[in-house]
């Protein structure tokens, strides 16, 4: 099985071109850790909104592709959130759910996952045009540049290690965080 911080890092030189928004916790401090970009949203303190904060940039902005990291513990929260997404199919939004079956930002409790719910066929039921599940890197990969590619909402499902960073505070001021990101944002050209 990979790493969580593996599947970012094979896939961050892709991001440069897209308005990018991570849940909280593990995923966070991860992609810090591979190199902030002012690009980059760390959405804190609103744990299961992160594809609602990527569904309205990519309503709002469709000319920009919109790539979400969002964690099994974090969607499991607003599972609503998969319907809403359906509903309006944002053809620029790629939806990355890291599902490594554990709460590992406060305690590594267990979460649904780990007893047999399946979020990719949850996703797939909700309407979510395109659904897939990956176990291994290569498979993260290809699946990642079709996603980008494909002009359509897409799910994926990475099956990942409940391993994370040895620490979740950062040196990044979190307020000039949402500064930086709706700057960029405004600054990108229609």
Same mark, same amino acid.
């Not at 980059?40 to 000319?63: K, N, V």
């Given at each position: 099985?990979?790493?969580?911080?593996?599947?970012?890092?094979?896939? @961050?030189?892709? +991001?440069?071109?897209?308005?990018?928004?991570?849940?909280?916790?593990?995923?966070?401090?991860?992609?810090?850790?591979?190199?902030?970009?002012?690009?980059?949203?760390? !959405?804190?303190?609103?744990? %299961? !909104?992160?594809?609602?904060?990527? $569904?309205?940039?990519?309503?709002?902005?469709?000319?920009?592709?919109? #790539?979400?990291?969002?964690?099994? %513990?974090? !969607? +499991?929260? /607003?599972? %609503?959130?998969?319907?809403?997404?359906?509903?309006?199919?944002?053809? /620029? $939004?790629?939806?990355?759910? *890291?599902? /490594?079956?554990? !709460? +590992?930002?406060?305690?590594? *409790?267990?979460?649904?996952?780990?007893?047999?719910?399946?979020?990719?066929?949850?996703?797939?039921?909700?309407? #979510?045009?395109?659904?897939?599940? #990956?176990?291994?890197?290569? =498979? *993260?990969?290809?699946?990642?540049?079709?996603?980008?590619?494909?002009?359509? $909402?897409?799910?994926?499902?990475?099956?990942? =290690?409940?391993?994370?960073?040895?620490? @979740?505070?950062?040196?990044?001021? $979190?307020?000039? /965080?949402?500064?930086? *990101?709706?700057?960029?944002?405004?600054?990108?050209?229609?």
């Amino acid at each position: 099985m990979m790493r969580r911080i593996d599947a970012m890092q094979a896939v @961050y030189g892709q +991001l440069e071109d897209c308005a990018v928004v991570t849940i909280m916790g593990a995923v966070a401090a991860e992609l810090q850790s591979l190199g902030h970009q002012k690009n980059f949203f760390y !959405l804190q303190h609103a744990m %299961g !909104l992160a594809s609602s904060m990527g $569904l309205g940039i990519a309503l709002a902005r469709p000319e920009i592709k919109v #790539v979400v990291f969002d964690g099994d %513990g974090s !969607l +499991l929260m /607003n599972l %609503g959130g998969l319907t809403t997404l359906a509903r309006y199919r944002p053809r /620029n $939004l790629v939806h990355v759910v *890291f599902d /490594n079956e554990s !709460l +590992l930002s406060v305690g590594g *409790f267990p979460t649904a996952t780990s007893t047999g719910s399946d979020l990719a066929a949850i996703a797939k039921g909700a309407g #979510v045009p395109r659904v897939s599940t #990956v176990r291994a890197l290569d =498979e *993260f990969k290809a699946e990642f540049a079709a996603a980008k590619s494909s002009n359509d $909402l897409t799910t994926i499902v990475a099956k990942v =290690e409940a391993v994370g960073p040895s620490g @979740y505070v950062t040196d990044l001021a $979190l307020l000039e /965080n949402r500064y930086q *990101f709706a700057r960029h944002l405004k600054d990108i050209q229609k």
